[in-house]
């Protein structure tokens, strides 16, 4: 029976979790997983009330006696600096080691998009997620002064490339996909630029039927916009990754409805929205839960339940064709609303 943590966190993230936890309780009624949901507090308000953002001991059983994490969001301006979400989330991605961290955009109507003419954008983005500039090497010098002076390292490892890559030519052979994209700044960052490039083409070796290309990070910014559908697989560093899912998420109706997998092959896995906590919508009943219900999606697929992962993702599907959406999706339904339908188009199977 696999072990699920429930991580609500901070804002909406208690809002669209719960319906994300709605929505597993209806595919335990019809699919009958066996996920067993362990609810954890683990947020700004347990830090506010006890002064503690997440212990040795809680790493560890979240490592060890649990089979996968859903987390909602976190943040909240109460704590200056978000010092508990960096200590759990950064904590989580880097003490679990999740070095990948995908990000699938799927157009699911075209109105939503700010293109003019989309096409049928399925791109799926791997971003390395333990290593780049937020691995915070570096420091300060004479802060505060005119003379500050601040450094930021950006740390890549042969490993942590080479097990990114892979990841993402894996993918593409295993949803029947045809190109892998690389994408750097080789041109301005070329010690960097080498290393990926050289393992890139070295992993791509063991993938002769899978085409690939390389972009620098800011041609492909534009050619997002210009032609998103010319790409399938984009693999990238930390810091390029986290700006370029932002951006497909965008080309495809926003970050309410964008989901993320942060995992470990075969160890551990974090399963999040990535719209963040929003304090300024949180208790309002208005935030979207497509993301969170989507990210639960995927971490049924990562259990192995994939029959259950696509009855819950036809049912976004119908739930968005239904126009069943919140506002920032040109809809007028609640947060509750929203998940309530899906739940109930799972149970029926309708």
Avoid at 178 to 196: E, F, Q, Y
Avoid at 204 to 216: E, G, K, N, R
Avoid at 217 to 243: C, H, K, Q, S
Wanted: hydrophobic content about 45%; proline content about 5%; overall charge negative.
């Amino acid at each position: 029976m696999p072990r699920v943590a429930v991580i609500p966190g901070d804002g909406i993230g208690l809002e669209v979790m719960r319906e994300a936890v709605r929505v597993l309780e209806a595919v335990e009624s019809r699919f009958s997983p066996g996920c067993e949901l362990v609810h954890w507090d683990l947020g700004a308000d347990r830090f506010l009330r006890d002064g503690i953002t997440i212990t040795d001991e809680e790493f560890a059983s979240l490592s060890n006696d649990h089979d996968a994490i859903l987390l909602g969001a976190l943040g909240d301006p109460r704590v200056p600096g978000n010092q508990h979400a960096r200590d759990i989330l950064l904590g989580l991605r880097f003490r679990l080691d999740l070095y990948v961290n995908y990000r699938p955009a799927v157009l699911l109507d075209p109105a939503l998009s700010p293109l003019k003419a989309p096409g049928d954008i399925r791109l799926d983005i791997f971003r390395e997620n333990t290593e780049g500039v937020y691995v915070n090497l570096g420091g300060t010098f004479k802060e505060g002064t005119d003379r500050e002076t601040a450094i930021q390292e950006d740390l890549n490892t042969f490993t942590g490339v080479e097990r990114i890559c892979r990841a993402a030519f894996e993918h593409a052979v295993k949803r029947g996909r045809s190109r892998v994209t690389l994408v750097d700044k080789a041109n301005a960052m070329p010690a960097a630029g080498r290393l990926w490039r050289r393992v890139f083409a070295l992993v791509a070796s063991d993938f002769p039927d899978i085409d690939t290309d390389a972009m620098y990070v800011d041609a492909m910014a534009m050619d997002l916009v210009r032609r998103p559908t010319r790409y399938e697989v984009i693999v990238t560093g930390n810091l390029f990754g986290d700006i370029l899912s932002d951006l497909a998420a965008e080309l495809v109706g926003g970050l309410g409805a964008a989901a993320s997998a942060n995992v470990h092959p075969g160890r551990h896995a974090l399963f999040e929205p990535v719209h963040g906590s929003a304090p300024d919508i949180a208790g309002q009943g208005v935030a979207n839960p497509l993301g969170a219900i989507a990210s639960a999606a995927l971490m049924l697929d990562h259990l192995g339940h994939a029959e259950a992962a696509q009855a819950v993702e036809e049912a976004v599907v119908a739930a968005v064709d239904g126009g069943v959406r919140t506002a920032d999706m040109g809809g007028d339904r609640s947060t509750e609303q929203v998940g309530t339908w899906i739940a109930d188009r799972v149970l029926s199977g309708g």
